[in-house]
């Protein structure tokens, strides 16, 4: 299992082309000020290119933008090349671009560039992980988001990737908050196959999170391995939520498509036919 990426965030963007079918001339689309946009990001007026930044039709110039970033965009995702990103105009456009080939060639200096605070986040958590540089987590700290309440979120979700791609259970300790710590345990011994991590498991307050249990770090590792009798280490549990056995007997029934392990399970009759659906 790769380390769960840091994935809590996602970016959406939609870019404007103009395109041209084959046998076509190309035939500029008159506007009210006979402003037209072509696709080398300028606007012709009268047969002359003209800047975006100097059309007044306010329509005209957005279009000149919008295929203006568009042909910076490419360039510097085929080229690497960050300069290119700077260039470019609306600035949502623009972070994403910097996101895009700051991951894309490790340079985290570049991620300083975005103003996203939760790209910037983004950025640095994922290059933190292509390179195993656990420094990069501590740069969220360092972002202002502005009063948004994410960067716990963000920062355990880095020491968890790292601690994963390096089974290095030690970076886990570097977070303060013990259900972090315990979930990023949970998620290295789920990538080593090692049960024994789960007993080191800190302690949490199970009133303020009733679902966890050590017994979710032993269905981890059974489903990665596919080792089933690491669930029959699974005792009775106060959670009201989930019957942490027979959902281990699940996940690795459906894991290994076999069907003799969902007959494990003993209290949920739902639980036993998902896994027998799921081990088909």
């Known amino acids: ?20 079918q084959p046998g076509q001339t190309n035939q500029p689309n008159t506007t009210s000020n006979s402003l037209v946009e072509n696709k080398t990001g300028l606007t012709v007026e009268n047969g002359t290119s003209i800047p975006c930044e100097k059309i007044t039709n306010r329509t005209a110039q957005e279009h000149c933008f919008e295929a203006q970033d568009q042909k910076y965009y ?32 490790n340079d985290s200096d570049s991620c300083s560039k975005i103003q996203n605070p939760l790209n910037v986040a983004y950025c640095y958590g994922n290059i933190s992980v292509n390179t195993k540089d656990v420094s990069l987590c501590e740069k969220i700290k360092s972002i202002n988001f502005g009063g948004l309440r994410a960067e716990s979120e963000l920062l355990s979700g880095c020491y968890v990737s790292i601690a994963a791609a390096t089974k290095n259970i030690s970076v886990c300790d570097m977070d303060n908050d ?8 949970a998620e290295v011994a789920a990538e080593m196959h090692d049960v024994s991590i789960c007993d080191r498991l800190p302690a949490v307050d199970r009133k303020k999170y009733p679902g966890f249990s050590k017994w979710s770090c032993y269905d981890k590792v059974a489903k990665n391995s596919g080792d089933a009798s690491i669930c029959d280490r699974i005792e009775s549990d106060d959670s009201p939520l989930i019957d942490w056995k027979d959902q281990c007997f699940m996940h690795v029934g459906i894991a290994k498509k076999d069907a003799s392990i969902c007959n494990k399970i003993q209290n949920s009759e739902m639980l036993k036919e998902v896994c027998n659906q799921g081990a088909q």
């Open 1 to 20: 299992m790769k380390g769960p990426i840091l994935a809590v965030i996602c970016i959406f963007l939609l870019f404007g082309c103009a395109t041209q």
């Open 74 to 105: 490419d360039n510097a995702t085929a080229n690497n090349d960050i300069s290119q990103c700077g260039l470019i105009h609306f600035q949502p456009t623009k972070d994403y671009c910097y996101v895009f080939v700051s991951i894309a060639t």
């Open 178 to 185: 013990n259900y972090s710590i315990a979930s990023c345990y």
